[in-house]
């Protein structure tokens, strides 16, 4: 008998198509919002909410009043939809404070060098413009408050010059580094306490270039969010990494000192801190000294930063294997060399997320220094809302503040996540 | 920066030094009066939309800088929230306090400062909704009211209820912004706080009309500008350029009648005006003038109320006890002589 076949199939079938439920819309559906009971009731719980929210926001927000000159006008007109006539009227001092009006583009400028500014530090092909990112903190105080150029860049002189002089001395005539750092210190200091305010004088009288004074009673807004928030950002993140390295030093004092000052840091809240910086500080000091209050601010905002990201670095440092500390040290490397070439690059990328978390942390908590009476957003707010024109006004006010923040927060978060995907070597 | 350190320095070599001249001479050499006032408040302080400081205490400052200076800005206006208002004072940060400050017993004595006198008596009031048919505070009883927690106010409704026999539920807020939302959206019959606030909120409600401010007023609440302990004489000057706006109301000399009373025969006003030929103003070492500047400035007592608090502004208090005497009221300033 032989076996009779009834079919065989030469070609292979084309592959016929995955069934509806497991692609295009319907599978990402699927997938992301209704894989399990669970989930679908959670899907329709949001939407649901997500519905009532905007049912409400965006006939509120859309069909706004922008062009009233008063509370009671836009209530007049049509009570049920947004003023948004405060911002119309109030934007520029919501953005620049109390900034005199006639100056405004010195902060707009100092804004827009600040984005050329952190360029080259955030993306390394850029690197070749570092310079810029170096000038730019002597140039934003000049620009911000004003006074003498000469004023500020005798600070750059003088450091120029005095490093220099450390050059020269370890190049040509010592070869100990402390002793010429020694030497190089007392040079930059001589030049600072003999030198350099005759020579301010001579340079005023030689070429004034000068802007007019603005003093930080006038700052305000988001201008002064950003003064604290980025001075902050970028003060904290060196002295965050010098701590947490302090922290696990094997020199007992230097411990001691690390290890308390984070925890004393830690230990207490930020208010408490600004209300030292704005209150407590004026007694240590004598009557009528002019310790600048954005100054005291920036520090002790710094200082606070400082701490929290120490614990965050050496977080990042516990996470690499003992094994690349011995590694670098059997290469011959000094301390500095492989805390610079191994030690510090891994550490760091491993700590990016938490950097970042801090770094946002630390922008939104500018908020608080209102309540020491500084007029950032959320205190000019109350300021705003004080002037009988617009007595009442809430959501408008915190609606914009908080889009503003975001903007600034979202953009952080979105350059971590960039930065964590390029540094990603474990693939 | 390193200007900042060599002030910081120089300050230090000067306290050292003990150079410690009154607060007149400190405000004639530093060119401006350094005046605390509330980072907003309204009717009292807050800067308008053009970026100028306005309200009732800043007026009052503007007064009292022209009496130095003869130039109503020679001031810088620092802007203070009730937190830091007392050390700042203190701590030499501002020259005078002039922030809706209730005066008190322990503030006046504990805290070290001096008060100059009162210049809006404010208190405690309710607001309730016409629909609630209420008339008046003792008919609250069983009320539901927003309160401010952590405030005087606080205190003071648990006393007055107390004492008047009635039964109250709170319903506690954070701030003012907090109660009259809560009040709005109905959980609660009535909301309280100063009353001035209470005025200026109502205004601009959606139909202020729907909306009653009680008559009575529960609580004491004399607000003044302040001064630190120790300087008899500045504190003198700003006791008087507010009399003196109280009684320039009292005599209806304005801002802009202020030059025809050249020929009055009343002294008191060429001794006030320095019209006169006794120059009494020396006596705390300011110009001739002084008061005549002070008026000149934002007007009398009167017209800085209209201004700030009144008609013209838009919130609409009534003078009601900050009347002069004569009209009613209980403004009483000594003579000028």
Sequence with gaps: MMTKIA?????????????????????????????????????????????????????????????????RECLDLDPDVACFSVLTARWKQLLFGLYPAEEYWRPTLTFIFLLLAIVPILFPK????????????????????????????????????????????????????????????????????????????????????????????????????????????????????????GRQSNLPVIKMICVGFIEFIRGVPLITLLFVASVLLNYFLPPGTNFDIVLRV????????????????????????????????????????????????????????????????????????????????????????????WNGIYWELYVAIGLMFFIFCWGMSQYSQYLERKLKTDK | MKKLFLGVLTALALAAGGTFAGTLDDVKARGNLL???????????????????VGFDVDYCRALAAAIFGDPMAV?????????????????EVDILARNTTWTYSRDTDLKQTFLGVNYYDGQGFMVKKELGVKSTTELDGATVCIQVGTTTELNLADYFKENGMSYEPVPTADNAESQQQYLAGACDTYTTDASALHGTRVNLENPDDHLVLPEIISKEPLGPLVRHGDDNWADIGRWVLNALVIAEEKGITKANIDSWKDTKDAEIHRLLGTGDDDILAMVGLPKNAMYNAIKAGGNYGEIFENNLGATSGINIERGVNASWTKGGILYSPPFR
Aim: hydrophobic share 55%.
């Design chain 1, 7 to 71: 079919f065989v199939r030469k070609k292979e079938i084309p592959p016929s198509a995955p069934p509806i439920t497991e692609v295009g819309l319907i599978g990402w559906l699927r997938q992301n919002l209704f894989s399990s009971w669970l989930n679908s009731i959670l899907t329709v719980l949001s939407v649901y909410f997500i519905v009532i929210i905007l049912w409400d926001f965006i006939p509120w927000a859309y069909g706004g009043h922008w062009n009233t000159k008063s509370l």
């Design chain 1, 126 to 245: 850029f690197f070749r413009f570092f310079w810029f990112s170096i000038i730019y903190p002597g140039l934003a105080v000049w620009l911000l408050w004003g006074g003498s150029f000469w004023s500020i860049s005798i600070v750059y002189i003088g450091l120029t010059l005095g490093a220099l002089f450390f050059l020269t001395l370890i190049r040509r005539y010592l070869k100990n580094y402390m002793i010429a750092a020694i030497f190089a210190f007392l040079f930059t200091a001589v030049f600072f306490l003999f030198i350099s305010n005759p020579l301010v004088g001579l340079l005023n009288v030689i070429l004034p270039i000068s802007l007019p004074f603005v003093e930080s009673l006038k700052m305000g807004g988001f201008t002064l969010s950003l003064i604290v928030g980025v001075t902050g950002i970028v003060a904290s993140f060196p002295i965050g990494i010098l701590l947490a390295l």
């Design chain 1, 298 to 389: 920036v520090i002790m905002v710094t200082l606070f930063s400082a701490a929290y990201m120490a614990e965050v670095i050496r977080g990042g440092l516990a996470g690499l294997p003992l094994g690349q500390h011995e590694a670098s040290a059997s290469l011959g490397l000094t301390y500095w060399q492989s805390q610079r070439l191994i030690i510090m690059p891994q550490a760091l990328k491993i700590s990016i997320p938490g950097i970042v978390n801090t770094f946002i942390g630390l922008f939104k908590d500018t908020t608080l220094v209102s309540i020491i009476s500084l007029r950032d957003p959320v205190g000019l707010a109350s300021t705003i809302r004080a002037d009988q024109k």
């Design chain 2, 35 to 53: 005046c605390g006032v509330s980072t907003g408040a309204p009717g009292f302080a807050t800067v308008d939309d053009s970026g100028k400081d």
């Design chain 2, 76 to 92: 810088k206006f620092v802007g203070l929230t009730s937190a830091v208002r007392f050390t700042a004072l203190a701590a030499g």
